[in-house]
């Protein structure tokens, strides 16, 4: 018998939701743990690995015999707990922060049910795997990834190596190879014994096999057991758990090292459902600042605060599985995500609304003469805020308007009055759009008192947003394929048309913003773009509205940078990427730049997540692609239904600078633009704190973004990352606490300061 050993790893790739709806997945989860347990007690020298909380969940909390069954194995050692995830999640698109949220929520579980460490990450259907992974995976506490895509057709990669992250951390990774992640029930016993003798004959000492009825669950069948028996008279060949296998790989010396990001499988699923993309973004957002303002009013957090966010995080993070996030679930599957994530929204923003009324209930108003605006900066950094209401213009009807807003220390703002969502107001009074950009400290806030003393009546003129109009086009792409983009060479179809300009105005001019609108036409498709320039900022705001009726068709926003001969850099999962243009299309994060030797230019996204690039001179973003749901190419029957078609908006914002040094200060206009400023309309009122907090919390130096604030104690309380490619000498104040605290953070590293 060969001294080589195939480690068979029992397991059942489950999808929770795919081409069915949650609910089913739900019953078959029961199903597939059941026969597990049950194939257990029959084979007392069988093991079984199983991803992923809220599978356990769903056993727990509906049929706890077999959760005690489940839970004597694992204390047996023999039902193996993998994974340490709420689900196998998206490995490409994913934020860094909802991967670390990933493990807190997953391992948490993990530890309080069965008293488990889990150190071995588990997502082996994700469609690649982003570059900032091992370092998040490190910081998360896992020592050990398993994987498959991108799979052998793809990338040519070792069976195990050390992948490597850009911050020094290490993570050791196996692929799952030869044949991937399950062995299906359609498999002949000639098809499985091939399977296993090229396993065995694929050169590796120690060589894993993956078996089990996977996809819609099942795990190891009978009749595979029994084949499994027979192999193991003419070959070496035994049942292992993924812990046993990497303890013996570890000791390996040699072993290969990989760095960088793991591409491309289905760069047709960067960019597939906007819909999914925009909810997962919006509701990161809202958890993100009732996070961060549970954890300044820490003193009034309540438990039904924590398990209300609790709640809202965990059907967040059950989202971001890997065939709801990426776009290639049924059309179904989607009328329950968007519900769900509707529903973390809402708690989430109710949280916020009520601690943002806490917070200005306590200041004492009493020298607002005709009412004002408390205005909270959500980020550790002092910045300007747009802040824009609908409301009254003369709410007391003394026949003049508003015209300004005045700090306490008697800095007065203009007010420029805008469109409002409609055209008129309550009993038909004056009505508009308030609008004013405004200086706040940070993480903390400034009321303004309304006046209408006129301050400011230059014009912001549109010049801006009339530069950036003439950089950026529409292009068609003819994209017949399926919603992965099977069969891609990496682009998703060649270029058939451009929108036409049919009309351009200027809809605004005042001392605040300019807005210029432009109207395209492409077949029966229109296109609306909004430009608006503000004064002060170093950004210009694209609004786009789209209504898309182009089937088989992608809709692409192109940018002509002007910087030539650069790279490509975007945002990354706690990372940033540089690439060399090429014609493939790639993932993203929320920002994407051309980087010259002279300039940077930058396109922020509130939730696009794909481009290509022919040359650092055009950029690319892809707006959508309408094609039908979860058709594998070449097996739609047309009832599926289209992604995409009909009205959308997208929102983007444009801005540059001269240099390279982008990584100062790119990141961080990314998120004030991404997560603006939060207000409240306030009365006259006594109460205890002053008009003007000052600086709350202050994070610094300016490569340094922020991660998470969390107020639960188990947590950490707030975590940053660090852009540059160097060590900073990094320093966060909490004037509250009295906390400074000073710290050297190394390149493009994740860094926690704990809670004191």
Avoid at 32 to 48: G, H, Y
Avoid at 588 to 594: E, R, S, V
């Amino acid at each position: 018998m060969s001294s080589k050993c195939l480690y068979l790893i029992p397991n059942a790739h489950l999808d929770p939701v795919w081409l069915w709806p949650w609910r089913d997945g739900y019953s078959e989860a029961h199903n597939t743990i059941q026969s597990a347990v049950d194939r257990l007690k029959e084979n007392p020298d069988m093991t079984f690995s199983c991803s992923s909380s809220s599978i356990y969940e769903w056993i727990e909390e509906a049929n706890p015999t077999l959760f005690n069954e489940m839970k004597l194995l694992i204390e047996e050692g023999r039902f193996e707990i993998v994974g340490g995830w709420t689900v196998q999640s998206d490995t490409i698109i994913a934020s860094g922060e909802s991967l670390i949220q990933q493990a807190i929520y997953g391992k948490k579980y993990f530890k309080k049910k069965f008293n488990k460490e889990v150190e071995i990450g588990y997502s082996v259907d994700s469609f690649g795997q982003n570059c900032g992974l091992p370092k998040i995976l490190a910081h998360s506490g896992f020592k050990y990834y398993v994987m498959h895509r991108p799979d052998g057709r793809e990338k040519q990669l070792p069976n195990v190596f050390w992948w490597n992250g850009n911050d020094g951390s290490q993570i050791l990774t196996l692929r799952t190879v030869p044949h991937g992640y399950n062995t299906n029930n359609d498999l002949s016993k000639t098809q499985f014994f091939e399977l296993v003798e090229r396993a065995i004959l694929s050169g590796c000492t120690h060589q894993t096999f993956f078996m089990g009825v996977g996809d819609h669950g099942g795990g190891p069948t009978k009749e595979q057991i029994e084949w499994v028996c027979e192999l193991q008279t003419k070959y070496n060949m035994k049942y292992s758990t993924l812990e046993n296998y990497f303890k013996i790989v570890e000791k390996q010396k040699d072993l290969p090292e990989i760095e960088g990001e793991l591409t491309h499988h289905a760069p047709g699923c960067y960019s597939a459902h906007s819909g999914i993309k925009r909810w997962i973004s919006r509701c990161g957002l809202e958890l993100s600042k009732a996070e961060t303002l549970l954890t300044l009013n820490n003193d009034r957090a309540t438990e039904n605060d924590r398990q209300i966010m609790d709640s809202a995080w965990r059907n967040y993070l059950f989202n971001h599985f890997h065939d709801i996030y990426p776009g290639s679930s049924i059309e179904s599957a989607y009328e329950d995500a968007r519900d769900s994530l509707g529903g973390a929204t809402d708690q989430a923003k109710k949280i916020k609304i009520r601690e943002l009324h806490r917070m200005a209930k306590q200041i004492n108003t009493s020298s607002l003469k005709e009412g004002g605006i408390f205005v909270f900066n959500p980020l550790p950094w002092q910045r300007k805020g747009i802040i824009e209401v609908d409301t009254f213009m003369d709410p007391n009807s003394t026949g003049k308007d508003f015209h300004s807003l005045k700090a306490v220390d008697g800095t007065s703002y203009p007010i420029q009055w805008n469109r409002a969502a409609v055209n008129y107001g309550p009993c038909l009074s004056k009505w508009g759009k308030l609008t004013a950009l405004v200086d706040l400290p940070a993480m903390g806030y400034q009321t303004f008192s309304l006046e209408k003393d006129i301050v400011d009546e230059t014009s912001v003129e549109p010049h801006n947003a009339i530069k950036w109009f003439k950089r950026i086009a529409f292009e068609v792409i003819y994209d017949i394929k399926d919603v992965w983009a099977h069969k891609s060479t990496g682009r998703l179809g060649e270029t058939v048309g451009i929108a036409k300009l049919v009309k351009t105005e200027t809809l605004e001019k005042g001392p605040v913003r300019s807005r210029y609108r432009a109207f395209y036409q492409y077949a029966d498709s229109s296109i609306i773009l909004d430009l608006i320039h503000y004064a002060g900022l170093n950004f210009t705001q694209a609004d786009l509205r789209v209504d898309w009726r182009e089937i088989n068709h992608t809709l692409k926003m192109a940018v002509n940078t002007g910087v030539e001969n650069g790279l490509v850099a975007s945002e990354q999962a706690y990372d940033i990427i540089e690439r060399q243009p090429d014609d493939y299309e790639q993932p993203m994060h929320h920002w994407l730049a051309a980087v010259g030797n002279l300039e940077t230019v930058a396109v922020i996204s509130d939730s696009t997540f794909a481009y290509d690039s022919f040359g650092t001179d055009k950029l690319r973003l892809t707006i959508l692609r309408a094609v039908p749901y979860a058709v594998h190419t070449d097996f739609s029957h047309g009832d599926e239904g289209v992604i995409d078609i009909g009205e959308q908006t997208r929102r983007f914002w444009l801005t540059g600078k001269p240099g390279v040094t982008y990584r100062d200060w790119l990141p961080r206009i990314s998120q004030e633009a991404r997560f603006g400023v939060e207000y409240v309309m306030e009365s006259n009122h006594s109460g205890d704190n002053p008009r003007n907090s000052g600086d709350r919390v202050v994070l610094k130096p300016e490569s340094l973004t922020m991660g998470a604030c969390i107020t639960n104690e188990e947590f950490p309380s707030f975590r940053v990352y660090n852009n540059s490619n160097s060590a900073v000498k990094s320093q966060l104040i909490i004037s509250a606490s009295g906390i400074d605290i000073v710290k050297k953070i190394a390149p493009n590293s994740i860094f926690t300061y704990k809670r004191h």
